[in-house]
């Protein structure tokens, strides 16, 4: 299994610019994440979904930020518009999440710079 | 609204155990204990969880005290590559939340 995958790697863009993350759990997993990791505030949660459906969004940190997952093997997390303070390595994880497992797998994270 | 206390920083010899202490004097019945790891510029990495038992994988073991109010993390021979920060995370037994705290950044030294 290739783990999950996260596109791109990194991501350079202009102040008002939209981005897209993109992220591809690994297969047979039911719940997906994305986090934020900035040396400030550490990593925090932003989305979760759970058999494709979003259970707790409470971690986006504002409208600009939107996430979908349409489908079982494919998430994207979308800023529109960007700005500076975006600037930050976005992680997607996936797991098995049934009763007390809960083991989540990581994929490389997305380096993005706001300019 | 910290549900885990770990040291900063510390450093360890290659080849020798590395012992990482987490304390977690609030931890419910129902909390789990969690340890992921995140090397530089990677994703956090699971190692490691357990109830109230002492466990142990191809990675590391995980020692809980009788009253689960800490616990510590053993890497039995470390090496260059175990150099990270190691989170641990208390986590509520069918909870998906997993809450990262700033951890213990371990230095592996030749």
């Known amino acids: 299994d290739a783990g999950v995958i996260q596109s791109p790697r990194h991501e350079v863009t202009e102040m008002g610019q939209e981005v897209t993350l993109r992220c591809k759990p690994i297969s047979g997993h039911n719940s997906l994440f994305w986090y934020r990791q900035t040396m400030m505030r550490g990593l925090e949660l932003l989305i979760y979904?759970?058999?494709?459906?979003?259970?707790?969004d409470s971690g986006m940190p504002e409208d600009r930020f939107s996430a979908k997952m349409p489908n079982a093997s494919f998430s994207t997390l979308k800023i529109q518009p960007s700005e500076p303070r975006d600037s930050a390595v976005y992680f997607c994880?996936?797991?098995?999440?049934?009763?007390?497992?809960?083991?989540?797998?990581f994929g490389p994270g997305t380096r993005l710079t706001v300019l | 609204d910290a549900k885990t206390t770990q040291p900063p920083s510390m450093d360890c010899a290659e080849g020798r155990a590395a012992n990482l202490p987490c304390n977690h004097s609030?931890?419910?019945?129902?909390?789990?204990v969690y340890w992921y790891r995140q090397i530089h510029s990677q994703g956090p990495q699971y190692i490691i969880h357990g109830l109230k038992n002492n466990e142990t994988n191809e990675m590391a073991s995980l020692i809980i005290t009788e009253d689960r109010k800490s616990s510590t993390l053993i890497l039995p021979h470390a090496t260059l590559r175990d150099t990270a920060v190691y989170y641990c995370?208390?986590?509520?037994?069918?909870?998906?939340?997993?809450?990262f705290g700033a951890g213990t950044t371990v230095t592996v030294r030749a």
């Open positions: 979904f759970n058999n494709n459906v979003p259970i707790d």
């Open positions: 994880a996936s797991s098995w999440t049934s009763g007390d497992y809960n083991e989540q797998f």
């Open positions: 995370i208390v986590r509520v037994k069918g909870d998906y939340k997993l809450s």
């Open positions: 609030t931890i419910s019945g129902n909390e789990y």
